[in-house]
T-cell receptor
Framework: AQKITQTQPGMFVQEKEAVTLDCTYD???????LFWYKQPSSGEMIFLIYQGSYDQQNATEGRYSLNFQKARKSANLVISASQLGDSAMYFC?????????????FGSGTQLTVLP | DTAVSQTPKYLVTQMGNDKSIKCEQN?????MYWYKQDSKKFLKIMFSYNNKELIINETVPNRFSPKSPDKAHLNLHINSLELGDSAVYFC???????????FGPGTRLTVL
């Protein structure tokens, strides 16, 4: 079985500063994918970034980057130059290759608040 | 253009009723999903479905059933609604099982 852990229920960051949201995972699959989604107060789930377990480079998408440390089984999301619109719930998720692990498993989320 | 759409956005109903939530995707994806998000924001997969395979989360009561009239639609039927079914239900789609999933806007179901 695979498991995603997000240990920060809530985080605060000052506008224009960088923030790191933590995510650790556990899986027995040799190949897997890691995802981050954003859920603003309006409720929709927005895909942010993806990292494959065999990707050599850490994924980046605009102000989002994924700090992937395979040996530590961590996939932290870094948001640079925070904006007020970044205030939202952020979910880390993973997907393996075999059986039920192919299904996307989500962490419990981190509520990020960007302060003006 | 909306990629993954759901109707209705809000659904309020009495306990014991039967209801359906519709989902449509115009991304040409082969695989669709239903998720349940509870009051603590925890997201859990209910079903994964493509034209070859249905994967059901074993914790989902059989009162819930997915119905797919075609590749672009995956509807969720719920029979004999219970108070504990109150949640936000998300539909999602991806090209294949292993690809990135794109979510619909969610349907907030309230059972009275």
């Amino acid at each position: 079985a695979q498991k995603i852990t997000q240990t920060q229920p809530g985080m605060f960051v000052q506008e224009k500063e960088a923030v790191t949201l933590d995510c650790t995972y556990d899986t027995s699959d040799p190949s897997y994918g890691l995802f981050w989604y954003k859920q603003p107060s309006s409720g929709e789930m927005i895909f942010l970034i993806y990292q494959g377990s065999y990707d050599q480079q850490n994924a980046t998408e605009g102000r989002y980057s994924l700090n992937f440390q395979k040996a530590r089984k961590s996939a932290n999301l870094v948001i640079s130059a925070s904006q007020l619109g970044d205030s939202a719930m952020y979910f880390c998720a993973m997907r393996g290759l075999s059986g039920s692990a192919r299904q996307l498993t989500f962490g419990s989320g981190t509520q990020l608040t960007v302060l003006p | 253009d909306t990629a993954v759409s759901q109707t209705p956005k809000y659904l309020v109903t009495q306990m014991g009723n039967d209801k359906s939530i519709k989902c449509e995707q115009n991304l040409g994806h082969d695989t669709m999903y239903w998720y349940k998000q509870d009051s603590k924001k925890f997201l859990k997969i209910m079903f994964s479905y493509n034209n070859k395979e249905l994967i059901i989360n074993e914790t989902v009561p059989n009162r819930f059933s997915p119905k797919s009239p075609d590749k672009a639609h995956l509807n969720l039927h719920i029979n004999s609604l219970e108070l504990g079914d109150s949640a936000v239900y998300f539909c999602a789609s991806s090209q294949e099982f292993q690809d990135t999933q794109y979510f619909g806007p969610g349907t907030r179901l309230t059972v009275l």
